[in-house]
């Protein structure tokens, strides 16, 4: 999921309320600002998304150089422009006259390297670093895609549940009982640090071990594999191989929002989602139902669930703007994660359906931090 690019995009012209000059280029669900009458419905451009690093030279060419967010002035970040959201930049570079836009987008051809534009990567903070080891069975987590660009993988009505999304850094641990070294039976990384298949050391002075020590992750997710055998155990018994833990650690010295916690002390810990592989089944990820349960009974922090119904589109962005309900602090809500009641693939994405719904105010805020 969240494969980034710069693809060309049919658009969706609508009128800037506020602005005589302006009007709103809609790529999905995504709006840009962009000045009247540059393009209409059904033109093709291409679209550069948040966080994409641009070149000097295509800045200068779009008359924006210094205009951008960073210390480079150089990296798309959302803003409001006559009070409404714009998101990403729609552009035709000078690169791509002349090519045939419709074509490109049917043959999904990413125009990235072309245009030297590459995906922002934030520096990772000393406390969330750490010695490292090659960990090829560490469980990997990816970036959970914005529903505005999949907007018709959720069938209007269908169950779904949404819990809030925790501004902190996303913490992967796993227990292996099918590992033969002791020292790789709990595996602990960062979303970025697994994903290259890396483990880190153990360290007190590391953020996610100490976050997974103080709460007692480890032991509570051994408990947890005992029920889960006890409640799946039939006339055979089941066996679990290896269970995954995803997990938000979060609060002051994490990101700039600090939910009330002070994480030099104790961080704030709530789990998301857990993964499963048995000897019995392939791997699957547990609904949301029992994540809650099971969690309960072996004392696990949970992210807040703000939403149990049927999918509606307006009351979920709605929803995602309102003010947190996890730890202790007043400040805005980052948004919320949605899924299905019951677990299900959705094929566009290649993987299991989750989206997540982001509050504009969070977006637009100042002095925002956004490590992995």
Known sequence: MSNFGIFAESLIILPHPNA????????GLFRAVVGKGQYQTGDYALYIPEQALVPEELLI??????????????????IRLRGELSQGIVCTPKAVVGLDLAQSAADGFDFAEMLGITKWIPEIPANMGGEVFAAPRIL??????????????????????????AHGTCCVCSVDLSASDPSEAFLVSSKGLGGHNLGLVENPDNLYWRALRQHEVEAKARALISLLEDQRTTDAPYQIMRLGIFGEVYGAGVQDLTYGINSRNTPGYAVF????????????????????????????????TLYEGPYDYETLAALAEGETVLGEGR????????????????????????????????????DGTEFE
């Not at 005589?20 to 790529?27: F, G, I, S, T």
């Open 61 to 78: 060419e779009m008359n924006l150089s210094g205009k951008l967010a960073g210390s480079l002035h150089n990296r798309v970040k959302a």
């Open 20 to 27: 005589d000059l302006l009007e709103l280029a809609q790529v």
């Open 140 to 165: 990997h987590w990816v970036e959970i895609d914005n529903v505005k660009a999949h907007p018709d993988l959720f069938v209007p009505g269908e169950p779904v549940q949404a819990s809030e999304k």
């Open 273 to 304: 989602d857990i993964y499963v592989e048995s000897a019995q089944e392939s791997s699957y990820w547990l609904d949301q139902d029992e994540v809650r349960e099971l969690c309960a009974r072996v004392g696990l922090p949970m992210v807040p």
């Open 331 to 366: 400040h805005l809500r980052e948004g919320l994660v949605v899924r299905p009641a019951h677990e299900r693939y959705a094929p566009e994405l290649g993987t299991r359906l989750i989206l997540k719904f982001i509050n504009p105010d969070y977006l637009t805020r100042k």
